[in-house]
């Protein structure tokens, strides 16, 4: 069994900074893609980046320019680093990864959340 615990969130003004950390304990596992999603009320989770194997990223249009998804393989341990936060950006963060647990079986994960509200 592999666990996802994010971090991180709170309040924050408009035009400020939030880090978020995703930190992976239990089964080992190899992680394919690391990524961050958001749920505003009423909206659909939408992607906010990836981060593969390869260290390749991708990033949702709205947060281009703005957000950098990274990785620390040895603290396993993923970052959401979110600069000029603005008003839609507030919603519930989630951490998800994909890989192969015991190298074998393919697998899906996702954290609870944290929480980031930005205000004006």
């Known amino acids: 069994q592999v666990q996802l615990v994010e971090s991180g969130g709170g309040l924050v003004q408009a035009g400020g900074s939030l880090r978020l950390s995703c930190a992976q304990s239990g089964s080992t596992f190899s992680v394919r893609t690391s990524g961050w999603y958001r749920q505003a009320p009423g909206k659909e989770r939408e992607l906010v980046a990836l981060i593969d194997y390869g260290d390749s990223t991708t990033y949702g249009d709205s947060v281009k320019g703005r957000f950098t998804i990274s990785r620390d393989n040895l603290k396993r341990t993923a970052y959401l680093q979110m600069n000029n936060l603005k008003s839609e950006d507030t919603a519930v963060y989630y951490c998800?990864?994909?890989?192969?647990?015991?190298?074998?079986?393919?697998?899906?994960?996702w954290g609870q959340g944290t929480q980031v509200t930005v205000t004006s």
């Open positions: 998800n990864v994909h890989g192969y647990v015991g190298g074998i079986h393919y697998s899906e994960f």
